[in-house]
């Protein structure tokens, strides 16, 4: 995976924070970051933001810790600070995540959704140290989990008068609790 290859790149971003805007059942979820004058939010699917948490978890439970100190996250340079004034934004389609032990970081390559390409370049690059991986995956899930209960047969969202599990195909519109 290879972070120059970006065409946003930002380094070892200062702050990164998974959000949901809306109500329960119409949500819309994002991870947003900025370093300097650049910012982003990259919009992403409920499932996606679930599944980037469990893979950060995993990535660093797997990953080595070092022993010393760890070399400082990429610095931005100042070219690549000039996307736009108001930030990017755009929706999610492919997420890449790679740990490296050197740096004790995790690099984030992520794709624009309407860039179908299998050999799309990256379109925002960014670092994340440890902690903040690690912040970032639970706060991520309290996002998740801060909507509609899921279903505990089918993992479906379930509103106030419950939901047609397909479990029970169809035959039960049931409140679990």
């Known amino acids: ?89 755009f929706q999610v389609g492919r997420m890449g995540l790679a740990f490296d032990t050197s740096r004790d970081a995790a690099l984030v390559l992520v794709n624009d959704a309407e860039d179908q390409r299998q050999d799309a370049q990256p379109t925002v690059s960014f670092w994340l140290r440890r902690d903040q991986a690690t912040e970032l995956a639970k706060q991520a899930m309290q996002v998740v989990n801060s909507g509609r209960p899921q279903c505990p047969l089918c993992g479906g969202p379930m509103d106030a008068t419950g939901h047609m599990c397909p479990k029970t195909n169809g035959h039960s519109k049931q409140q679990f609790a």
């Open 1 to 89: 995976m290879d972070a120059d290859r970006a065409k946003y790149k930002f380094g070892g971003a200062v702050t990164v924070r998974a959000e949901a805007q809306g109500q329960p059942g119409q949500r819309r979820f994002a991870l947003v970051l900025s370093v300097g004058a650049m910012s982003a939010r990259l919009w992403l699917e409920k499932d996606q933001l679930r599944q980037f948490s469990v893979l950060v978890n995993e990535l660093l439970e797997s990953a080595e810790k070092p022993i010393g100190r760890s070399p400082l996250l990429p610095q931005l340079p100042p070219s690549d600070v000039s996307a736009t004034s108001r930030g990017i934004e």
